[in-house]
Nanobody, 127 residues
Framework: QVQLVESGGGLVQAGGSLRLSCAASGRAFSNYAWAWFRQAPGKEREFVAAISRSAANTYYTDSVKGRFTISRDNAKNTLYLQMNSLKPEDTAVYYC????????????????????WGQGTQVTVSA
């Protein structure tokens, strides 16, 4: 069972930046596609960004395109989300997730495609 630990969240003013990290246990990190999701109070968990196994393919929800960048470091078993030009509507708990399908270079955007989740890290953007 893989363990995922997110970090890097916090309180930031609108227009600021944060970099989230997701450290994964085990040696299978490079075999999977990964993603970031977020959940604001009273709302359903929503897709933010995904990266394929090779990192050749990435995909973002429209609201973060041009502001957020997902990346991965297979040598460090770590997933990242660089968030720039943050807005109050980005306030949420952010979760990293590993897809259930190994050895595929597809990006996946549905929560049901992911079987392993971190505990989440809070991001709060003040106006």
């Amino acid at each position: 069972q893989v363990q995922l630990v997110e970090s890097g969240g916090g309180l930031v003013q609108a227009g600021g930046s944060l970099r989230l990290s997701c450290a994964a246990s085990g040696r299978a990190f490079s075999n999977y596609a990964w993603a970031w999701f977020r959940q604001a109070p009273g709302k359903e968990r929503e897709f933010v960004a995904a990266i394929s196994r090779s990192a050749a393919n990435t995909y973002y929800t429209d609201s973060v395109k041009g502001r957020f960048t997902i990346s991965r470091d297979n040598a460090k078993n770590t997933l990242y989300l660089q968030m720039n030009s943050l807005k109050p509507e980005d306030t949420a708990v952010y979760y990293c997730a590993r897809t259930m399908t190994a050895y595929s270079d597809t990006v996946y955007i549905q929560t049901t495609d992911y079987g392993s989740w971190g505990q989440g890290t809070q991001v709060t953007v003040s106006a």
